[in-house]
């Protein structure tokens, strides 16, 4: 039986094929990140530092890969469906653009969850989502898919993703975040 893949907007924008400029893969553990939280501002602060010294980046692109980063591996490890499952975390640098891209694995309750927001982002107008998902925090306190609202609406970026069903309750996510550095 092959796997059942969906893709949703720019995944694979840049193909696998093209060489980067730089290239830094980690592998993470949800547990480890979640029960020492600090861990991921301090991967997150590792990763930007190493593309900015690397590509001589200023502060404010430092900050962007770090919050980028930090957004991804935080839902990540909050959504990982084994804790003690592994997350892939792996960035290219293309002289205007760094491409962000991190998998894991989930249940399907949570696959199911993450699909509607990213179809509801990808169809509606985001400055309008976010507002809308402001104001439902004060009413049910439900913070879902408000930090990809915030990338979206607050910097220069690209998403794609990736479902693949593995199992009866384990499917693999990659999201892909397209940094272009040249409109910071």
Known sequence: MAAEIIQYSDF?????????????FMRLQPIDMMSQWKRIGRVSDFTA??????ASLNDYIRNSVSTVVNELVENAAKFAKPRNGLIDLDLKYYSTIIKIEIRNIVSD???????????KNLSGDIEKLY????????????TSGMGYLLLYKDYPIRFGYQFKKLDSDRHEVTVEAYLNITEQ
């Open 12 to 24: 694979k924008l840049i193909p696998d094929i093209l060489p980067p400029e730089s290239h830094l």
């Open 49 to 54: 530092d190493f593309f900015v010294n690397n």
């Open 109 to 119: 309750r949570i696959r199911a969850n993450f699909e509607e927001i990213i179809k």
């Open 131 to 142: 507002y809308e998902q402001l104001e439902s925090l004060s009413d049910e306190g439900d």
